[in-house]
């Protein structure tokens, strides 16, 4: 396994470089998770590879994305042979690929433009850190100024351990053990779920970000951690690295292992001072159904839903996540993005409603960026619902299709329309459809792909645009 990462990372690192002849904003080629600065590989069948371009430019058109479609393409196919598999996907979304030969490598790539960078050094410092920090740069520079996290950010912002909680809860909702595809998917996110927390412990011990090994030596040495708790890492840990007694067993010990590990970090924080000082009620809230089902051409309803439940194990989070969901019709753990594209691509559908799951107490849902949008920082970078993840998220498709869709185009202007309804709310200006005529009409005539590209490149302008009016008020 050692010699192939290493002949991956010197591919990536020359023929990926080599894009910059073409794409001359393209800054940095690195690597991180378990690839990164490492030469002892655990698991001789199955390693990620976690390969990211950094591109200093907010759009990114056509000819640049297909041009790292076949960096991608080349390397994965040049280096495959009869006992290694190499796949490949590019998304910042939890992502493995299906083992089919006696060595699997998965190309799980990343492509960073100036506002997914800008999402993540600003208010989602913590997601800055666990990137730059554990990364190995293969080709160019990559630099950010370090500064130091306070333990509440964890609480509340993007990549802390309230973020890890929010989308663990929601992923225990669908958890079906008769599903077996649903299961394997579910196991491996509750590895990242279980073993991201000791990274944020660390940096709450010793004020520094460290790698996943180093985070995990820390941990298992601290004397104020109890057996329990180590031991529900220890499961954890073994099942990442393919243990077969941990793989003969069924999901639950694994989900189990993963709740004690959140909980004790997630209290670990609050001890710090930060917590909720009153029971938080339930909250339901219409995402823009209205102008959604004017650009569909179908009436159409999309909320999100904020449910709170007090639990002390695990089996008892499990059931009050399942009823509490039970109360809702045409609930989803979708983020917004898919949940949009799901509700277009699928006409019989006029209701979705995503629901967050939080326990009394958890910060995470008073976030002033994701779930308190009303400013020009949340419009950019909040984490499912700012234009810095529509963006990435449309980029990203266009790279893992072969054929955009009359569908994929309607997302994409949807996208635009939320935005710029939001972005003139904020300016107190008002949205006609007669403006987004004017932004969105011209492009008549053009072919799909033009069309969804303009409406890419509207965004990201509506982004930059966004991003002056935040640093006008400093």
Not at 27 to 55: P, T
Not at 156 to 176: M, S
Not at 455 to 473: P, R, T, V, Y
Request: with cysteine; charged share 25%.
């Amino acid at each position: 396994m050692e010699k192939i990462i290493s002949s991956v990372k010197h591919r990536f690192a020359e023929e990926g470089w080599a894009l910059k002849k073409y794409i001359p904003s393209l800054e940095a080629v690195f690597c991180i998770g378990s690839s990164a600065n490492n030469q002892n590989f655990k698991n001789k069948e199955y390693q990620d590879f976690d390969i990211h371009f950094y591109v200093n430019k907010s759009f990114l058109n056509k000819k640049d994305l297909d041009a790292i479609k076949e960096i991608f393409r080349k390397i994965a196919e040049s280096l495959e042979n009869k006992d290694t598999a190499i796949d490949y996907c590019i998304k910042d979304k939890p992502w493995k690929m299906v083992p089919r030969k006696k060595i699997n490598i998965g190309f799980h790539g990343t492509l960073l433009n100036r506002l997914d960078y800008m999402k993540r050094i600003c208010p989602n410092h913590i997601l800055a850190s666990n990137m730059f920090n554990n990364s190995e740069t293969l080709s160019g520079r990559l630099t950010y100024q370090e500064r130091s996290i306070p333990g509440h950010d964890f609480l509340y912002r993007a990549g802390g351990i309230g973020w890890l909680k929010e989308n663990f809860y929601r992923l225990l909702n669908v958890f079906d053990p008769a599903n077996e595809t649903t299961s394997a998917s579910i196991k491996e996110v509750a590895i990242y779920f279980g073993l991201t927390p000791l990274i944020h412990y660390y940096y709450l011990r010793n004020g520094m970000t460290a790698n996943r090994q180093k985070s995990y030596n820390f941990f298992m040495n601290e004397g104020s951690v109890s057996k329990k708790v180590k031991d529900a890492v220890e499961f954890i840990y073994n099942f990442k690295n393919g243990d077969k007694e941990c793989h003969q067993q069924d999901n639950l010990p694994l989900l189990e292992a993963t709740y004690i590990v959140l909980n004790f970090v997630g209290k670990s924080f609050a001890e710090t001072g930060a917590k909720a000082t009153e029971k938080q009620q339930n909250t339901i809230e219409d995402e823009d159904s209205a102008l959604i089902s004017t650009l569909i051409g179908r009436q159409a309803s999309i909320a999100s839903v904020k449910s709170y439940f007090s639990a002390n194990t695990f089996v008892e989070a499990l059931t009050m996540i399942k009823t509490n969901a039970a109360a809702f019709s045409n609930v989803t753990p979708d983020e917004y993005f898919e949940t949009l594209a799901f509700l277009i691509k699928n006409p019989d559908v006029n209701e979705v409603k995503r629901v967050y799951f939080f326990e009394q107490g958890d910060l995470r849902a008073n976030d002033n960026i994701d779930f308190l949008p009303k400013s020009f920082s949340s419009l950019v970078y909040s984490w499912e619902k700012g234009i810095a993840t529509y963006v990435q998220r449309l980029t990203e498709l266009y790279l893992n299709s072969s054929n955009l869709t009359e569908n994929d185009l309607m997302l994409a202007k949807v996208l635009v329309s939320v935005s710029f309804k939001k972005y003139l709310e904020l300016r107190n200006e008002g949205l006609s459809l007669e403006y987004l005529d004017s932004k969105l009409g011209f492009t008549n005539g053009f072919s799909l792909e033009d069309r969804y590209f303009h409406c890419l490149e509207l965004l990201a302008d509506l982004g930059e645009s966004a991003i002056n009016e935040i640093n006008s008020k400093i």
